[in-house]
Each structure stands twice: as structure tokens, then as C-alpha cells.
């Protein structure tokens, strides 16, 4: 198959010194920032903030994605939840917007690169930590030593071993569906040229916004699991 067209190709030498998923990425995150700014001035500029925009913009479509995954927190975690829903909406709204990336012409998502959902893997997997680490201090550690202190050390090695599996848990589902998403649109392209393209073009839009709920939605349960009171 005949490697397709990337924009990234044709860049200067010296931004090429950057992988292409690096780069998508920081691209991906530029673009965020520039849309957080606009909406923020919108939000700003309102006589009354609660009120929405009318029609379709910026600053409505930010805050539909805020409320569901405040929404998502509320229902998994509580109340107490809405003080992580920063870490939360910033995995959905990166991870969708890069995986949606790979549906422009010339770009590839920098999410079918193991490095990038690595990466995120590792961010989710520190942040539960340190929030559970912040909400029992010290006490923390008995998540991992089970219900009774004969038992402990055969906790302590099964829990450091599921927790050590998550982070590549998360990495490996999103890079094996959004690799493999990408790859059936490109092959399709490349086949049919018009028509039938579309329908995969479609998928990978559905497919783009499952996998960044998904790994959303697991991170919220690591972060309750973390802060629960109840083991």
C-alpha cells in the first residue's frame, strides 16, 4: 500500500526533529488552548454566564462537555468528585480531539502511538495515587494490604501487580483501537477512493468518542477507588 499524503512530511527540517505524534500532539494541545481562550472570552463578555449561548458555539460546546463529564464524576464518585473533574475533562477533551485528528487529511492521531497512550496511562495512573495518598495520607497503604494482617504481604503482591497493569492497560486499548481504526480508513481510502470511505470515516468518529469516554470513565473509577473510605 502506497504510504499516504501526511502534512507533517513537507514541515521544515528543524520541526521535523520532532516525532509526528509529538508533534500532532503539541499540536492538538495548541489548538485546546486557543479554543479554551475563546470560550473563556465568550464566558466573560456575558451579561449572564448562566444563561447559554444561542446557536451552535464555541463556549456552548465546551460546557455540554464539562457537564457530562461532571455528570460522569457525580455518578461514580459524588459531590466530592467535582475537584478532580479538571483531570478528568482534560483526558476527554485531549484524548477525543486527537483521536479525531486522525480523521483530517495528512494527519495521523498522535493516540495510535504507544508512546502517546502510555504517557496518558502514566498521568492517570499518578494522579490516583497522589489523590489517594491526599485523602488518607499514610493510611493509604492499607488499600493494599487486604482484610487481614496474616494475608498482608500476599495482598500487597497482588495489589502492586494490578495497579502496575493498569497504566499499560489503559495505553495498550487505546493505541490497539485507534491504531487499528486508523489503519481501516486508510486502507479504504486507498481502495475505493469516494463512497464507501465515508462510512469508515463515520466509525472512526464513533470509535474516536469511545475510546477517550472509556479511558475518561476508567481514570474516575481508579481516582474513587483511590479515595473510597469503604475498604
Known amino acids: 500500500?502506497?504510504?499516504?499524503?501526511?502534512?507533517?512530511?513537507?514541515?521544515?527540517?528543524?520541526l521535523r526533529l520532532l516525532p509526528q505524534h509529538t508533534f500532532t500532539a503539541l499540536l492538538v494541545m495548541a489548538l485546546l488552548l486557543v479554543l479554551a481562550?475563546?470560550?473563556r472570552?465568550?464566558?466573560?463578555?456575558?451579561?449572564?454566564?448562566?444563561?447559554?449561548?444561542?446557536?451552535?458555539?464555541?463556549?456552548?460546546?465546551f460546557e455540554l462537555l464539562v457537564e457530562l463529564i461532571v455528570g460522569l464524576s457525580d455518578g461514580i464518585i459524588g459531590l466530592k468528585g467535582r475537584k478532580y473533574v479538571?483531570?478528568?475533562g482534560s483526558f476527554f477533551i485531549f484524548i477525543l480531539t486527537a483521536n479525531l485528528f486522525g480523521l483530517l487529511p495528512g494527519f495521523s492521531p498522535p493516540t495510535n502511538n504507544l508512546n502517546t497512550t502510555l504517557g496518558l496511562g502514566l498521568v492517570s495512573f499518578c494522579a490516583y495515587h497522589y489523590f489517594g495518598m491526599r485523602e488518607h495520607g499514610a493510611g493509604?497503604?492499607?488499600?493494599f494490604l487486604g482484610p487481614m494482617l496474616v494475608l498482608a504481604p500476599f495482598f500487597l503482591v497482588l495489589e502492586g501487580i494490578?495497579?502496575?497493569?493498569?497504566?499499560f492497560s489503559l495505553a495498550l486499548r487505546l493505541f490497539g483501537n485507534m491504531f487499528g481504526d486508523h489503519l481501516v480508513v486508510e486502507i479504504f481510502t486507498d481502495?475505493?477512493?469516494?463512497?464507501?470511505?465515508?462510512?469508515?470515516?463515520?466509525?472512526?468518529a464513533l470509535v474516536s468518542v469511545i475510546q477517550a469516554f472509556v479511558f475518561t470513565l476508567?481514570?474516575?473509577?481508579?481516582?474513587?477507588m483511590a479515595i473510597s473510605h469503604e475498604h
Request: charged share 15%; aromatic share 12%; with cysteine.
Open 218 to 224: 476508567l481514570s474516575v473509577i481508579y481516582v474513587a
Open 1 to 14: 500500500m502506497e504510504h499516504p499524503f501526511m502534512w507533517y512530511d513537507i514541515l521544515p527540517s528543524p
Open 191 to 204: 481502495l475505493t477512493k469516494v463512497g464507501v470511505p465515508v462510512l469508515f470515516y463515520i466509525l472512526g
Open 140 to 143: 493509604y497503604i492499607k488499600q
Open 41 to 61: 472570552r465568550s464566558l466573560l463578555q456575558s451579561t449572564d454566564p448562566v444563561v447559554p449561548e444561542d446557536g451552535v458555539s464555541i463556549r456552548n460546546v
Open 162 to 167: 494490578s495497579h502496575l497493569v493498569r497504566p
Open 86 to 88: 479538571h483531570l478528568f
Open 37 to 39: 481562550c475563546l470560550a
